[in-house]
């Protein structure tokens, strides 16, 4: 009976050692595992901090983009309000009756009627014949 004990016990020993191989090769599995997730992970982060280190650049260009269409549209908005102004001088500048009375001149000496100065200046024919009889 001893020997059947010690055989017992030596298979029960044999199938433990067994179980702990097992165990063993599940543990490294598992580390193997647990290690090639960490090495994902640890890209996966990088790729985040790139990520995010591109997006913070493109915001950067973007305010700056910002800023210099606000500066372009405030130099279009001062070029519009001189031009305005400068329409304004001509505008009373051809209005004016010395300037006036040169256009219908110069037409009536490059030989225009007095008709086509009547329709080019807007004044009337009588007022265009007063004047080229004037000069």
Known sequence: MSDL???LLTIS???????????????KKSE???????IKQEEFIKRLQFNT???NELV??????????????????HRV?????????ADGYCKSPQFMREIIL??????KSPAQLAKSTGLSLEDIDLIIDQS
């Open 53 to 55: 280190q591109l997006e």
């Open 5 to 7: 004990l010690i055989i």
């Open 60 to 77: 950067a260009t973007f305010e700056r983009r910002q800023q210099e269409l606000i500066t372009l549209n405030n130099e279009l908005e």
């Open 81 to 89: 309000a001189e031009l305005k102004k400068l329409v304004t001088q």
């Open 106 to 111: 110069m037409g009536h000496r490059a030989g």
């Open 13 to 27: 020993e044999v199938v433990l050692l067994g179980v702990v191989i097992m165990f063993f090769l599940r543990l």
């Open 32 to 38: 193997a595992l647990l290690s090639g997730i960490q």
